[in-house]
């Protein structure tokens, strides 16, 4: 394994391992959907057909608020015990601890996210097994984008006061093409229409996922930097 | 030259708001109303170039170091999101009386709004990171981002207007454009980018002579 | 080893370094003394890239540290206040994230070994939330152990130590010396670090205010210096 490889495995490692023992995101992020759900339900009233319709978008709602949640905590632990330095202070391509940050960000995400798939599909009976393959391959697009974005300007926020803040109103501009795709694609997905007519959504999804991984990793090393 | 500058882009000014008022005749359709384009189409242009001049300097920033682009970039935001601003209330004044609402989510208002929300996110960060490097190096980070987002906001947020099928009252297609209105555009346009032009260059200066007060 | 020349540092109108110069030999080891706030923190993280000097240069093992960090710090180590240490992850966890990220091997056998040379085999497997601040510090130090640096800077590394670690740090810190590396270590307290010291340096308002060789100093006489220079504040 090269160098880089590692270290980018060792960051995941350490996150994955981390939240296995506090579990302290997983168990927010689980209760806050159980929450969204609950809510949704009942703020748009008893009409099947009116929720079935508006499902698209609570879903990819959902996804993001619980992304905002999740996201911005990313760089949390580091702070403790001066281990910020220590991650600046390890030699070479600092883009590596970015890509394994984000790697782990987009497994908890998707952890979460499949969960809240599966309560929606039941408590709305919507069926979503037909439909699993083109419906993973939107939220794969989607999350990727969410956790690229994410994942940076959470290492931009994570020193200040403000992070809780400041962290949502950074990340919005990067939600809203990431959302009116998204949701696009995963309507069409339940919907059973055959992906090649939301091509140009999941096309604009996989560019601007491109765009912001490749950011991410041309510019991490000038964020880690104190 | 700055004085200069400021000569010109009030000459600009006045001659812009002589063209918008006195030169450009009554638009048929929407009347008065209009003129509110001469500064309105302006703006949305001017906004946008403010923006190119954050992503050069964000850019140029982290790869010299040199805090002059910063604060080029800095500035460049700051009078941008005053522009973009501009081009909202202008917008809205003058889609009350042609599409009887104050907002609507058109393609072009809503990457407006999206636009607007980067330049706000990027000063609220600036105004929260105390040390000036670290604010250079995560506001530029942020500006690439930014920049780098218009172009995916502008197709997404197309093709969803798409979708939506607008009613025909709502349709923000203007009537075509007499030559006359076109002039009058283009001296506008002319005249804002000078004022532009000449505020951040004051503005720049001013951020300079802040960054060197302090040893 | 290390060459610096001219650093200055501050932080917006407050100068915290000023026109420092230091050169250390391979081999040798420097104690920088001196108050609280008189820049210690301050130079040692400049000479460990973390934080650049507004002006001056550095240069560690021939290598512009200024110019090319990523390198320089593949050849340093550090201890500084923080101790790095994970609070969710075990002793044993903690060593073999850092080791495998300075690119060494981490291998269980050798991170043990390091362990219990640092008289903390006994909490390997526990997790790094229930230590005391002492016990971070000796992790730190096997962190340090482990790696390959040729350059040592350490922030009050006797601090927290009881003295059989502080034995533990003073064999540690002459073998490290007598195989080629170089050391900085700042101390604010006489306790440690003096007696493996081949330069004490006096830092005061943001300059050197004494650099000799130890063996020129007796105890006393540093003593005595160091009150005169800092005008008995400690």
Known sequence: MTDYARRTWFVLWKDLLTERRSKENLNALFFFSLLLLFLFQFALGPDRRSLEAALPGLLWLGFILAGLLGLGRSFIAERDNDCWEGLLLTPGDKSAIYLGKLVGNFILMAVVELVLLVLFGFFFGVALWPVAAPLALVLLLGTTGLAAVGTLFAAITAQLRARELLFPVLLLPAQVPILLAAVSATDAALNGTPLAEAAHWLKLLAGADLVYIVIGLLTFEFIIEG | MRRALGWLALIGVIAGLGAGFAYAPREVVQGNVQRIMYLHVPSVLTAYLAFGLVLVGSIVYLATRRAAWDRLAASAAELGVLFTGITIVSGSIWGRPTWGTWWTWDARLTSTAVLFIVYVGYLLLRAMIEDPDARARSAAVVGIVGAANMPIVHFSVKWWRALHQPSTILGPEPSPISPEIRLALLVNWIALTLVFAYFLSRRVEIARLEAEGAP | ?234
Request: proline residues 3%; hydrophobic residues 45%; aromatic residues 6%.
């Open chain 3, 1 to 234: 080893m290390i060459s610096a020349s001219r650093l200055r540092k501050s932080f917006g109108r407050t100068v915290v370094l000023e026109d420092l110069s230091l050169d250390v030999a391979t081999g040798q080891c420097v104690a920088l003394l001196g108050p609280n706030g008189s820049g210690k923190t301050t130079l040692l993280r400049i000479l460990a890239t973390v934080l650049r000097p507004s002006g001056g240069t550095l240069s560690l093992d021939g290598v512009d540290a200024l110019k090319r960090p990523e390198a320089a710090r593949a050849i340093v180590g550090v201890v500084g206040h923080g101790s790095w240490v994970y609070e969710d992850l075990t002793a044993l966890e903690n060593l073999r994230f850092w080791t495998a990220m300075r690119g060494g091997s981490a291998s269980p056998t050798r991170l043990q070994a390091a362990l219990q040379q640092l008289d903390l085999d006994a909490v390997s497997h526990d997790r790094a939330r229930t230590f005391s601040a002492g016990m971070k510090r000796r992790l730190a130090l096997a962190r340090v152990a482990l790696s390959d640096a040729r350059i040592l800077l350490l922030d009050e590394p006797f601090t927290g130590l009881d003295r059989q670690g502080r034995k533990w740090l003073g064999e540690f810190l002459y073998q490290f010396k007598a195989g080629g590396g170089t050391v900085v270590l700042a101390t604010h307290s006489f306790l440690g670090g003096l007696d493996v010291a081949d330069r004490i340096a006096i830092l005061y308002g943001g300059r050197f205010a004494l650099d000799r060789p130890a063996a020129e100093l007796s105890w006393d006489a540093l003593r005595r210096l160091y009150d005169d220079i800092t005008g008995g504040s400690a």
